[in-house]
């Protein structure tokens, strides 16, 4: 379990802060690896876009902070790099996969407030490990690759904030499969430390742009 916060410093020109936690659980049953992951974080100011709460993962400011293979802005605007169909994020926020790089918006009598982030929300996501079930080792990768296969659902409430008014919270949910290839001695003698790649693929989510169907095949989302 991680609790964290964050407030203004004395005469600071910027007065914005928040208080989170973060608990992240790890099961097995039977042949399953189930992992699951609470998030929750409460801002009652207008964050700057690069502080702020990510619907479907972590924030330039922590990107930035954190990873060395997203410190620079290659994505373009806030470190997240698009394709048709798949996108690069860095897992983290509210981490509602299947929200990555999305423009929902929702109404709020003559206002229309994005989805893509916020200032105050929960969630909770959940995993299926098929890694006993589904094995794929080839000899020449043993040493270098572990490839994982699951199935992914996540849920979550988002509260925005625009010119100082804070909106209801909208319900945020969506599923898929997905796999992970996690590299390790590959960059040994450069000094990386161990690193994981997952290709997530959204199935189903219960909000769409303009109508759009929930089922959304063809998808391909790189986190």
Known sequence: MHLFARSAGPFSTHRYGWIGLEAVNRNTLGKLDISTRFFGQFSGDDLPTESALYTAGDNPENQWHNSKFTRADWGGGDGRL??????????????????????????????????????????????????????????????????????????????????????????????????????????????AAPFTLRFDLPLMRNITASGEPLIRPGQMLLI
Not at 178 to 191: E, S, V
């Open 82 to 191: 698009a394709f048709p169909g798949l996108w690069w994020q860095q897992g983290g926020g509210l981490n509602l996969r299947g929200f990555a790089n999305s423009l929902s918006t929702v109404k709020y009598g003559d206002c229309t407030v994005s989805l893509l982030r916020g200032t105050s929300g929960l969630s909770g996501t959940a995993e299926i490990d098929l890694d006993r079930l589904v094995r794929f080792a080839p000899r020449f990768t043993r040493n270098w690759l572990r490839m994982d296969a699951y199935l992914f659902a996540d849920a979550g409430l988002v509260w925005g904030r625009h010119a100082g008014k804070t909106y209801s919270p909208v319900l945020l949910a969506d599923a898929g499969v997905g796999t992970a290839f996690h590299f390790y001695r590959l960059l040994r003698k450069r000094g």
